[in-house]
């Protein structure tokens, strides 16, 4: 079924945040990007680093590695990882980095505040993969961090005993598009799919029917990690995008929904995420 645009843009005008009607304005409707980096700018913290909720399923103020990679990938998304705001997020990452670049998944203190049941403060998480995938996308030079990060991202990839899961290739596959090295990271995708059972693209502990398809693991056309996938795998999974719209014009997740706020939060955002992947992969609405 085709697309009901203007459905969506009246989803995204009543019920997104302010920040993803600026990001949709951006994306959709030639709409500056000032406003998006001044609504990033309103979840940082005087650390650098980002929190309030900007990973809606983590709801705690205090700075935190989800939110602050939500944070990159939009000032990346503007243009705008040359900005002091990125500047600041990367040396909060820099500082609460493990000596060997490994990221945890979240800092202790978020189980005060709502968050979702999955959530735990893992040392060396995948988000270690996802955060230097966007500075490695922004070509962020010089960074020490990005150094170590790039270390511990080959060491992981490189376990050839590794089973992926789902959100490991899609987290290892945002690393693998941007790394520099397109001789190593297509060796290391080739690799890996040799490796990979789809049946592990369903989260263990997911709720029901929550699986990565290949949209959420290769999003772009012309990526490396489109290999991965046949084209009969990206029509079919458009042809899904295309039918999910529900009748208020929005797209909903697959994952838990929670809570109100967390789950109009997800909303927007999976609806700005389907009208992408529906444009850049040639379809029309």
């Not at 590695?65 to 990452?93: F, M, N, Q, V």
Request: proline share 7%; net charge negative.
């Amino acid at each position: 079924m085709p697309v009901d645009r203007a459905a969506a843009e009246t989803f995204i005008w009543s019920a997104a945040r302010l920040l993803d009607r600026h990001r949709y304005a951006m994306l959709f409707a030639d709409g500056p990007v000032d406003p998006v980096v001044a609504a990033v700018s309103a979840y940082r913290n005087p650390d650098g680093g980002f929190g309030h909720a900007l990973e809606p399923d983590l709801r705690c103020p205090q700075s935190q590695p989800a939110a602050t990679l939500s944070a990159l990938e939009t000032l990346h998304e503007a243009g705008r990882l040359d900005s002091e705001l990125a500047s600041g997020a990367r040396d909060w990452i820099a500082r609460i980095a493990a000596t060997d670049g490994g990221i945890p998944s979240a800092l202790p203190g978020f189980e005060r505040y709502p968050h979702s049941p999955w959530w735990s403060a893992d040392p060396g998480s995948m988000l270690t993969f996802a955060l230097a995938g966007v500075l490695h996308a922004g070509e962020v030079a010089g960074d020490e961090w990005l150094a170590r990060a790039t270390a511990w991202c080959w060491r992981e990839i490189d376990d050839a005993h590794r089973q992926p899961t789902g959100y490991w290739l899609k987290f290892a596959c945002m690393f693998l598009d941007a790394v520099p090295d397109e001789g190593r990271a297509r060796a290391a995708l080739a690799s890996t799919r040799s490796r990979i059972d789809p049946e592990a693209f369903a989260p263990a502990g997911g709720a029901e029917g929550e699986r990565l398809r290949p949209l959420d693991i290769s999003p772009g056309p012309g990526t490396r990690s489109r290999e991965l996938f046949s084209d009969a795998d990206i029509e079919a999974h458009l042809d899904e995008v295309e039918n999910g719209q529900h009748a208020d014009g929005g797209w909903m997740f697959d994952w838990l929904a929670w809570s109100p706020e967390q789950t109009s939060a997800w909303r927007g955002v999976v609806t700005i995420r389907a009208l992408v992947w529906l444009r850049d992969n040639g379809r029309s609405f």
